[in-house]
């Protein structure tokens, strides 16, 4: 199968490459590289088949041509990102992934991708019943936003020739080549392993579910390579049942990864009312060869090791290079980037 892969150069990118390749499909990867240079030193990297080097909101006809199925991952990536510019994120979220469906629905690609994400959920409260693929949207970011508006579009290109899926990942962890840590689970061990201290700026009690970024490449592995059926048009939550946290469990996991390192739970309310429990058995159920393989514990001993390891490389674990707010905002200000995140005319193109 003849695989494009955008955002290839971004957190779960690298490893999405790594597996398709690794199932014997021809990858194309698609991206513009805002983070390129976010990769851990002397990391090997399994390096797609082709590159492109483009600006989403500049996808041609000729990049989708003879492609069988899009993984689509290319978004401004979290919350905080999405708040630079709300107008952005509806341009680059939405517009353009629905622009990219057109395009390749046109060249006749059979499958498209999505990855949503299980924040759509936003503010669900702390209900004791997990939340499957019906469930009422109740987002409050305008990432969110941007995952419900470009759901509800690729659903209206849904034909006997075009199938869009839709993979609403829960937050990811992990480690990567090019690793976050303004990512809970992430960003929690990084404090635990730089500072011994692991302070929770909450009461803990929102609920997050968790899943590794191999997991969510598998999913979207399993969702390619499915029959037409049974992925035509549907949404799938990506995760496991036994991986719906309190983010006060999720930073337990990580006190007890890290002996000696410091617990605080705050206790104050912040900004962030997202709460949401997930049921993930459609996906479990009926995505054939979708098997989560990844444990809250294995990835903080995943983690753990990265930093054992001496990954770091002298850089600090709140650097540009590990949150992708600060990456952007350093691009800016270097000029290679204006403030609606174009590539600069005069500067080379960001992964060159």
């Not at 579910?209 to 399993?222: G, K, M, N, T, Y």
Request: net charge neutral.
């Amino acid at each position: 199968m003849r695989v494009l892969v955008t955002g290839h150069l971004g957190y779960i990118g690298p490893v999405m490459i790594r597996l398709f390749k690794e199932a014997g499909h021809t990858v194309t990867g698609l991206d513009i590289g805002y983070f390129k240079e976010c990769v851990t030193e002397g990391v090997s990297l399994v390096a797609p088949d082709k590159e492109i080097i483009r600006d989403m909101r500049d996808v041609a006809q000729a990049d989708v041509q003879g492609i069988d199925a899009i993984v689509h991952l290319a978004a401004l990536s979290n919350d905080p990102m999405g708040e630079i510019d709300q107008a952005l994120t509806h341009t680059i979220n939405h517009q353009c992934s629905v622009n990219l469906a057109k395009l390749a629905k046109n060249a006749g690609v059979e499958r498209f991708i999505f990855a949503s994400s299980c924040s759509i959920y936003g503010a669900a409260g702390n209900s004791d019943k997990p939340l499957d693929e019906s469930a009422p949207f109740n987002p409050v970011s305008a990432y969110a936003h941007s995952k419900v508006n470009t759901e509800s579009d690729l659903n209206k290109l849904a034909d006997e020739t075009f199938s869009p899926v839709y993979m609403r990942n829960a937050t990811a962890y992990g480690a990567s080549p090019r690793i976050r840590f303004d990512l809970v689970l992430n960003n929690l061990m990084s404090w635990a392993k730089t500072t011994g201290s692991i302070k929770v700026m909450s009461d803990g009690t929102p609920w997050r579910p968790l899943v590794h970024i191999e997991d969510i490449s598998r999913a979207a592995l399993a969702a390619a390579q499915a029959p037409r059926n049974i992925i035509h048009n549907q949404a799938f939550n990506i995760g496991r049942n036994d991986a719906n946290y309190q983010v006060r469990d999720i930073a337990e996991a990580v006190a007890k990864t890290v002996p000696g390192a410091k617990l605080e739970i705050t206790g104050e309310s912040g900004g962030d009312s997202r709460s949401y429990k997930v049921s993930f058995d459609k996906a479990l159920n009926t995505l054939p060869a979708f098997e989560p393989q990844w444990t809250l514990q294995k990835g903080c001993e995943e983690i753990n090791r990265w930093f054992d390891e001496g990954k770091l490389h002298g850089r600090a674990f709140d650097s540009r290079f590990f949150i992708r707010l600060k990456q952007l905002k350093h691009l800016m200000e270097a000029k290679h980037i204006d403030e609606k995140l174009r590539v600069q005319a005069d500067r080379l193109p960001l992964a060159s």
